[in-house]
């Protein structure tokens, strides 16, 4: 019986960092495949590793981002994320609106990549 006990606990606990990071995964589901700008998409990365595509990531209205000395915070799900720097694309904007791939785990949400946009 303890040998049970001590494999379902170890399950449990390998679980809870497995599952949460299911969120991360892509979920392009081919709606922009014609898009002149999916190769640029999906070639994007930050120095956090590839952004994966437009279908992950989304806009983010001017007022639910700012720029303070040079670093980046997003509102998501009603809160202010500061953006890592690593997490910052400097590359030209194609797309020229601001843009967020944000990873949610059990842990919060952290940023993967921040395109920032024109704030016209």
């Known amino acids: 019986m303890d040998r049970l006990k001590l494999s379902l ?3 449990l606990f390998v679980a809870s960092f497995v ?9 392009d589901d081919g709606r922009y495949a014609n898009s002149p700008l999916k190769p640029w998409f999906d070639s994007l990365r930050s120095h956090l590793g590839p952004c994966c ?3 992950d990531g989304f806009a983010v209205a001017d007022p639910d981002w700012e720029s303070h000395d040079g670093h980046y915070r ?15 694309i400097t590359e030209p904007n194609r797309a020229g609106r601001t843009m967020v791939w944000p990873v949610k785990t059990a842990f919060g949400i952290s940023i ?3 395109m920032p946009g024109s704030m016209i």
């Open 19 to 27: 599952l949460p990071t299911a969120s991360a995964l892509g979920r």
């Open 9 to 11: 606990m170890t399950a």
């Open 112 to 114: 993967r990549c921040f």
């Open 74 to 88: 997003v509102r998501l799900d009603g809160q202010w994320i500061d953006v890592p720097d690593e997490a910052v």
């Open 53 to 55: 595509s437009d279908a």
